[in-house]
């Protein structure tokens, strides 16, 4: 949203926000590495134009799935959703791309894979609405509290 704010002067354009638009950060959820899918779904991103700046392979305790959803701790689903999100190994990882937050929502698609427009990774990787095969951020403000969970300040750089 800020990421097309340029000054422009007779020689250069400078962007004024260069990292407000450019990083998200995506899991690839248990039903996903669990079923042999995670290397498609890399493919899928890269192919959209995703570059990787970070990427580990971890699994949540419960600890830590209750801290990374806390957001939904009032909703019917919590506890199905950090059981779930507990039950395998994930993959985690920080994604550049110009408007990287709202790309790359459009690549995964809608929450319940039924709604899913065809062709997104949920669509053809997600086995329901809770096992939906990935996570990604929904704000710049969250793509970096979420990418700070998993990834030092090294790491990250
Ligand atoms: P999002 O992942 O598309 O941003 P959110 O509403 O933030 O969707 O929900 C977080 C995660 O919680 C979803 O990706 C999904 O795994 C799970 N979830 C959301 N709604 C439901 C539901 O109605 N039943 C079970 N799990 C759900
Ligand atoms: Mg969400």
Redesign the pocket.
């Known amino acids: 949203m800020t990421g097309d704010v340029f000054l422009h002067s007779k020689s250069q354009e400078i962007n004024l926000f260069p990292m407000a638009t450019n990083r998200t950060f995506t899991m690839i959820k248990p039903d996903a590495t669990g079923a042999g899918k995670t290397g498609k779904i890399i493919d899928r991103i890269i192919g959209a134009g995703f570059t990787i700046k970070a990427m580990k392979w971890t699994q949540l305790s419960m600890d830590d799935a209750a801290a990374f959803?806390a957001v939904?701790k009032e909703r019917p689903?919590f506890g199905?959703?950090t059981e779930y999100m507990t039950s395998a190994p994930i993959v985690a990882a920080i994604l550049e791309k110009d408007n990287a937050v709202a790309d790359f929502r459009t690549l995964i698609g809608a929450?319940n894979p039924a709604e899913a427009a065809p062709g997104t990774i949920r669509a053809d990787f997600a086995e329901s609405?809770?096992a939906?095969a990935v996570?990604?951020s929904?704000s710049d403000e969250n793509a970096a509290i979420e990418g700070a969970f998993f990834f030092s300040a090294r790491e990250l750089a």
Do not use: S
């Open positions: 959803y939904h689903f199905e959703l929450t609405i809770a939906n996570h990604g929904d």
